[in-house]
């Protein structure tokens, strides 16, 4: 294909640490709420695997897919959600859970979508963002990592579907031997 993951930017062990953090910040800023966690098909779901289990309050999880519609690299803005919600958010304290912001138009959208089934709270956590990339201002709540513009696999991100069971955050590079 060309591309293979090459330079690793954060390692398992740096990601393991900043989850459970995160999983902490979420025990603590939920206790006694328990929250409902809706991870992003289908870059967050290891991500959300790990995060609920680094948190020790009751909790919930539901997924939602979205696709944008454009190439695989770049978010065209127009986005669809292909596999809902299983499950009423009305009156839920919601977390949505996502791989990586970008343009920041997927995660805008979803919040405004959410927004109108009435949860009790809707905030963000993502475990990377990419800040220089932003088009779209969007407020999130809890942030993993803050990246370069490059683009990244592993730990749930891929490429053409690939490489999502890398245990560590990659940069994808072009393979010249291929
Ligand atoms: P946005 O709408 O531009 O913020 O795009 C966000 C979505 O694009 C993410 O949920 C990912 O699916 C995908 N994406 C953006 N950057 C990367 C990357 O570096 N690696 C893998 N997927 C990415
Ligand atoms: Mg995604």
């Known amino acids: 294909m060309g591309h293979r993951p090459g330079r690793v930017l954060i390692t398992q062990e740096e990601i393991a640490e900043r989850v459970r953090e995160l ?19 289908k870059g967050a779901v290891v991500f959300l695997a790990d995060l609920m289990r680094a948190a020790d ?28 919600l299983s499950i009423s958010i009305e009156d839920r304290h919601v977390v949505i859970v996502e791989d990586i912001i970008d343009s920041g138009r997927t995660i805008s959208y ?36 803050t990246i370069p513009n490059e683009f990244v696999v592993g730990y749930g991100l891929d490429y053409h579907g690939l490489y999502r069971n890398l245990p560590c955050i990659a940069a994808l590079e072009e393979n010249p031997s291929a």
């Open 110 to 145: 979803l919040k405004r979508n959410l927004q109108t089934r009435r949860p009790a709270s809707l905030r963000v956590m993502a475990l990377l963002d990419k800040v220089e990339r932003r088009e779209v201002d969007v407020e999130l709540d809890y942030v993993g990592f």
């Open 23 to 41: 999983g902490q910040a979420l025990s603590r800023d939920y206790a006694g709420k328990d929250p409902l966690l809706v991870g992003v098909l």
């Open 57 to 84: 309050i009751p909790l919930a999880a539901d997924f939602i897919a979205l696709s944008s519609y454009g190439s695989t690299t770049r978010s065209s803005g127009v986005v669809k959600i292909t596999a809902d």
